[in-house]
């Protein structure tokens, strides 16, 4: 099995260091490089990750949104999910079961994606020592500026992008019709 630079490096946020955000930020990099399909794996991914931001920081309601978002895009993804070395049925339960948690008002604690592929995951074991981190500890010991990131980070970038678009869709709007 042939797993992507990208995908390692979420696995890694997910489960060492708990920088769900950084896990968007690198799927998300990923699916952009790869044609931005709506029914891509990636954005299911990358909505679990938000999720469990959200669910972390107690905004409940994001929570649940994005995992119901993520549930519905991982639907479509069985095979997709195992070819990763996931185990899909299990994910699914796993996360409707933090959904309804979720609901439930249980206290954050953290997730381990069900990996099954035992080469996958001495990789990933391997990878989280080599940075100092625990893999898949029970306990999230993640800092401040990892739990509040998204209020942290530099938006610039984002901001420009932002404003490119809307500038580009007021320029086609403005367009006469052609005769």
């Not at 679990?48 to 905004?59: D, I, L, T």
Request: aromatic share 12%; net charge negative; proline share 3%.
């Amino acid at each position: 099995m042939r797993i992507s630079a990208p995908f390692l490096d979420y696995l890694f946020h997910f489960h060492a260091d708990r920088d769900y955000f950084e896990c968007h930020e690198v799927l998300e990099e990923h699916w952009k490089q790869n044609g931005m399909q709506r029914k891509s794996i990636w954005v299911g991914l990358i909505q679990v990750a938000v999720a469990f931001y959200h669910y972390r920081r107690g905004n409940r309601k994001g929570a649940v949104k994005m995992l119901q978002k993520a549930l519905e895009q991982l639907a479509i993804q069985r095979e997709n999910i195992y070819s990763l070395g996931v185990d899909y049925d299990r994910l699914i339960d796993d996360l409707q079961m933090v959904e309804f948690e979720i609901q439930e008002h249980v206290p954050y604690k953290a997730y381990h994606l069900p990996i099954y592929d035992q080469p996958l995951l001495t990789l990933c074991k391997t990878r989280a020592a080599e940075a100092g981190y625990e893999w898949e500890a029970n306990v999230d010991n993640a800092p401040a500026a990892i739990v509040h990131k998204h209020i942290t980070r530099d938006r610039t970038e984002v901001e420009a992008e932002r404003e490119q678009a809307l500038f580009a869709r007021r320029t086609k709007e403005r367009m006469p019709l052609s005769v």
